[in-house]
């Protein structure tokens, strides 16, 4: 089992690009999220999915958004970049709400 | 709103001292406490999960306790290896299907000196 991936590893984007940030996991979750780490801050949860087709809002979604067609996919779309969109970005996945996630390894994102 | 504080900010230990860190929270009642490791250039790594107060859960060097107000990572003798960040997590009741939501603390750097 690969767990949770994450594509790509680094990107350096320009002031109003977009991009998408790719995640997969291979461990059949129904649950999945998108996390962003900045220095000195704790994990904040942009955007989750709690099965195909579902998708919800988490503490900071402004200027992110997501699909999840799969039970294995879920990419963040970053329309319009910002710097502030500048950090880290970790894709997660648990098997139900209340067990423990696992995260992928990060995709670092710098916005000039 | 839930809150987590983690402490100390940093940590430095030579090799064999043992310590521990405190990850204080406030939730409206705990469904679940987290403590995940994160080396750098990585993602978290899970490791315990905590339910109730008084609950201790171990794994080689690493052991986690909770009481109603804080939970601590002890660390038995740690080595070199040990090094990382350490983050605490915690989550409510009731979030199961609004996207098992957990607060992070900061977390603790800790730096084992051989």
């Known amino acids: 089992n690969a767990g949770v991936t994450q594509t790509p590893k680094f990107r350096i984007l320009k002031i109003g690009q977009s991009m998408t940030l790719q995640c997969t996991q291979d461990?059949?979750?129904?649950?999945m999220y998108w996390y962003r780490q900045d220095p000195g801050m704790g994990l904040k949860l942009i955007y989750y999915?709690?099965?195909?087709?579902?998708?919800d809002k988490g503490e900071v979604p402004n200027g992110y958004n997501v699909s999840r067609s799969t039970t294995e996919d879920f990419p963040l779309r970053l329309e319009l970049a910002a710097p502030s969109q500048t950090s880290v970005y970790f894709c997660?996945?648990?098997?139900?709400?209340?067990?423990?996630?696992?995260f992928g390894p990060g995709t670092r994102l710098t916005v000039l | 709103e839930d809150q987590v504080t983690q402490s100390p900010e940093a940590l430095r230990l030579q090799e064999g001292e043992s310590s521990s860190l405190n990850c204080s929270y406030t939730?409206?009642?705990?469904?679940?406490l987290f403590w995940y490791r994160q080396d750098p250039g990585k993602g978290p790594e899970f490791l315990f999960t905590?339910?109730?107060a008084g609950e201790e859960k171990e794994k080689e060097r690493l052991k986690a306790t909770l009481t109603k107000k804080e939970s601590f990572l002890h660390i038995t003798a740690p080595k070199p290896e040990d090094s990382a960040t350490y983050l605490c997590?915690?989550?409510?009741?009731?979030?199961?299907?609004?996207?098992?939501?957990?607060?992070f603390g900061e977390g603790t750097q800790l730096t084992v000196n051989p």
């Open positions: 905590l339910y109730s």
């Open positions: 997590a915690v989550q409510a009741p009731g979030e199961e299907t609004s996207g098992s939501r957990l607060t």
């Open positions: 939730v409206s009642g705990l469904r679940g």
């Open positions: 461990m059949n979750h129904n649950y």
């Open positions: 997660a996945s648990s098997k139900t709400g209340y067990n423990e996630q696992f």
């Open positions: 999915s709690v099965g195909a087709g579902i998708t």
